[in-house]
């Protein structure tokens, strides 16, 4: 079965760099989530999307955006990194028919030096 | 707001022991709970679910009921495998028109052979 696709799965950047995670959640699944797990931490998490609209917003620096596109793929702009932003990213979707159930994606794990 | 606390790690357990993994919530309205498992390197799998009251969620030999008096989802299995270990989390969405997950700190299950 499809899964959730995240890319890249490895990122690293400088200090004050830009990075875009992807996400290409399930097909016919209209919500996508977006989490941040730091080191040893549990996930934390930073906005959603419903039918391409922002429809949540959780614990997300001004520093990132993000958007929900016509196809459902979702974009994480990360712009001035900084050290403590280095944490695994995942992405998760559900469908219409089951809001209660998430799935999750492998992850991006984002290093910044 | 939401919250969840589940007991601290790690946990080491010799194959076939058995598994109590404790967690307790703290929730506005009606929260569906979950149980989500994390391999090493990998994303996070949903393990089970409960969505009310006194239900049961079941699965590869897991199980937690939903206690709404005691407002717990303790996860248990009768016989733990070497493959069963993992990162543990416990995790509630509260629901209506915000599904997003609010996780514990997670608990890391080693099981030796």
């Known amino acids: 079965a499809a899964g959730v696709i995240q890319s890249p799965r490895h990122l690293i950047k400088e200090k004050r760099e830009t990075a875009t995670l992807k996400c290409y959640p399930i097909p016919r699944h209209d919500t996508v989530y977006w989490y941040q797990q730091g080191p040893g931490q549990d996930p934390q998490f930073l906005i959603s999307f419903y039918e391409k609209m922002q429809s949540d917003k959780g614990s997300i620096p001004d520093r990132f955006s993000a958007q929900q596109f016509s196809d459902y793929h979702s974009e994480l702009n990360m712009s001035s990194l900084e050290l403590g932003d280095s944490a695994l990213y995942f992405c998760?979707?559900?469908?219409?028919?089951?809001?209660?159930?998430?799935?999750f994606g492998p992850g991006t794990r984002l290093t910044v030096l | 707001g939401d919250s969840v606390t589940q007991m601290e790690g790690p946990v080491t357990l010799s194959e076939e022991a058995f598994l109590t993994i404790n967690c307790t919530y703290t929730a506005t309205g009606y929260p569906s709970l979950f149980w989500y498992v994390q391999y090493p390197g990998e994303g996070l799998q949903l393990l089970l679910k409960a969505t009310k009251a006194d239900d049961k969620g079941s699965n590869k030999g897991f199980e937690a009921t939903y206690r709404k008096e005691t407002t717990s989802f303790h996860l248990e299995k009768g016989s733990v495998q070497v493959s069963d270990s993992a990162v543990y989390f416990c995790?509630?969405?509260?629901?209506?028109?915000?599904?997003?997950?609010?996780f514990g700190k997670g608990t890391l299950l080693t099981v030796n052979p």
């Open positions: 995790a509630l969405n509260s629901g209506g028109s915000n599904y997003k997950l609010t």
């Open positions: 998760a979707s559900s469908p219409l028919s089951s809001y209660n159930e998430q799935f």
